[in-house]
């Protein structure tokens, strides 16, 4: 889950990482008197914020103002602007990169750090970033913070030191999957400011964050309801409701179902259950995404396919859909989970293919309401 | 032959006595597995499916186990898995989902300090028909043959290997790698033993988007695999910065995309299933 840069430099104070002198408002009154420029920042969640017009600079209060209220209510890349970051323009005399980043494929924490800073790290030459593979039973010691400091040129070797050790804590006690500053601003006095702050945290370790607030601009309504009653669903643009068991088979199902010509409504994995009620809630989300088709795609295993049945057929009382529904069911106790079925009248096949053709075939002839 | 578990798998189930632990115990006796001994805290005394429970892995070692299936809530999962490698399980599955990465992080590295082998999290275990099984996978679907089988997802790779049984293509070892972005073994790694393993003729890998595992696992067939491999990937359709159902399963940044796992294998000489149910025909034209 990603922070806005406010809630982040919150963070970052609380750790002693300087930030530049600001507020937040969400109506243009709250501005207050500046008699020196600002930076105002939209805070928004996209990324490329800053070429989208998300940030500017006012030479005064009454300048400020102005743009507040243009900005406040705005788009940024199909995002509504709620919140400004009002804050004191730095004097910028260089701008450096650091940060740290899960590394998926060396299983541990990676620290960046470029003199070349305020750019996209991905476009910055290979030889000019650092980089520090931190064993995370050890976490960031003094000798690394050494190696790094005698490959770079900076004068502020103590303070740079200071803010990586003060990084990494963020980035290992808030469950960080990132944790960026670009850029990192040296101004003309010399000191180090963290000019923009980017945290990602962790979903799964959200419960031991109480203090961190949940954001809703990266989720939808439905796909928020859905995982509080426990569901992993993805809204899509197309018609088909998708209903399978495990994120493989739902993606897997997805690809079959665009392959032969039809558009996904949602992506709904059931995981492994052996409660009917689980299935049947499901339900209450398909006939909400409101679908010109249903698809269950069921490869019964832990999850049996007559528990699944039994949901399906609570479901057609509790949550009946006026669309056509397709069900795939297949494994461990097949022949009683269809038997159920088909004495509602509900479309049974054995194959996934078979039941994604037909479906795609329904919706796309206009089968459906 | 086969990898990692075998007939002298000697199975320890830590959260023996909850719902999944004591389900999957009488599961994975059925296949076959040699469950010796159960943990739960403050529950020693108790049997289940006749397997002995103890309050700690410390006392379980009385029973000899090599291999634990770790099927506890997220939030205690650290301290089972250090318990279990502080007691020198060399094995371990673990089952549950929604573990933070950075408590998966620090088990993968002390595992490695201990010689250990990390299967999971978030994967439905690993079985080698009929010798032995840690995790959940069903019984139903398996033949005991050449093939292995390493997969990203759980019921997907039931499918899968279910296929290949109805296809008369039997399994050295099947091996769910976890949806998780951070697990305990990679596809490298596994390409790795199954190469080594006398058993295995060929490798089917089950992918999905994020990450570069899939990558990682081309540019490795190009220059250590002898053994034909043939790939599935899930998630061609998926949109980007949505987490599909795994926390790993997620494209960043425009990386981790199923093209470029697609093309990566492709030029690897690895042929990918369109559908999950072509893997057999796949391995069919090659061998």
Known sequence: ?369 | MAIIVDENTRVLVQGITGHQGSFHTGEMIKFGANVVAGVTPGKGGQEVHGVPVYDTVEEAMEMEPNATMIAVPAPYVKDAAFEALYNGIKVLHILTEGVPFHDSMEIVSYAKTKGAVIVGPNGPGIASPFKAKVGIMPNSIFAEGFVGVASRSGTLTYEIVNALTQNNIGQSTVIGLGGDPIVGLSFVDVLHMFEQDEQTKAVVLVGEIGGTAEEDAAEYIKREVSKPVVAYIAGRTAPPGKRMGHAGAIITRGMGTAESKIRAFEEAGVPVAKFPTDVPNLLQNIL
């Open chain 1, 1 to 369: 889950m990603k922070l806005y840069e406010y809630q982040a430099k919150e963070i970052f104070r609380q750790y002693g990482i300087p930030v530049p002198e600001g507020y937040v408002i969400d109506k243009v009154d709250d501005i207050k008197k500046h008699e020196e420029s600002v930076v105002l920042k939209a805070q928004v969640l996209v990324g490329g914020r800053g070429k989208a017009g998300g940030i500017k600079i006012a030479s005064g209060t009454d300048e400020a103002k102005k743009i507040a209220s243009e900005l406040l209510g705005a788009q940024i890349k199909g995002v509504r602007v709620k919140k400004l970051l009002i804050e004191k323009k730095l004097d910028i005399e260089r701008e450096l990169y650091l940060s740290i980043i899960l590394d998926r494929r060396n299983k541990c924490p990676l620290l960046m750090f470029s003199e070349e800073g305020g750019v996209d790290i991905e476009s910055v030459d290979e030889e000019k970033i650092i980089k520090l593979y931190i064993d995370p039973l050890i976490g960031i010691q003094g000798f690394m913070i050494r190696y790094l400091l005698k490959k770079c040129t900076l004068e502020q070797k103590k303070e740079l030191g200071r803010i990586i050790k003060q990084l990494y804590r963020i980035f290992k006690e808030k469950d960080c999957e990132l944790v960026e500053i670009n850029p990192l601003v040296v101004d003309r006095d010399g000191k180090l400011w963290a000019a923009d702050a980017k945290i990602i945290v962790d979903t799964d370790a959200l419960y031991r964050h109480p203090e961190i607030e949940e954001n809703v601009e990266e989720s939808t309504d439905l796909e928020r309801e859905a995982k509080k009653m426990g569901y992993a669903l993805i809204e899509l643009d197309g018609d088909i409701a998708v209903i399978a068991n495990g994120a493989g088979l739902t993606m897997a199902t997805l690809d079959a179902i665009t392959h032969f010509g039809a558009k996904p409504r949602i992506f709904l994995d059931l995981g492994g259950t052996d409660d009917p009620e689980i299935v049947k809630n499901a339900f209450y989300l398909v006939k909400k995404s409101n679908p010109k088709a249903v698809l269950v795609n069921i490869f019964g295993g832990v999850t049996k396919c007559d528990t699944v049945a039994k949901g399906i057929v609570a479901a057609l009382e509790e949550y009946p859909i006026d669309v056509p529904m397709i069900v795939r069911i297949s494994g461990v106790h097949e022949d009683v989970g269809r038997k159920m079925l088909e004495a509602r009248g509900v479309e049974c096949h054995t194959t996934m293919l078979d039941a994604v053709k037909r479906c795609a075939e329904v919706v796309v002839k206009g089968g459906g309401k």
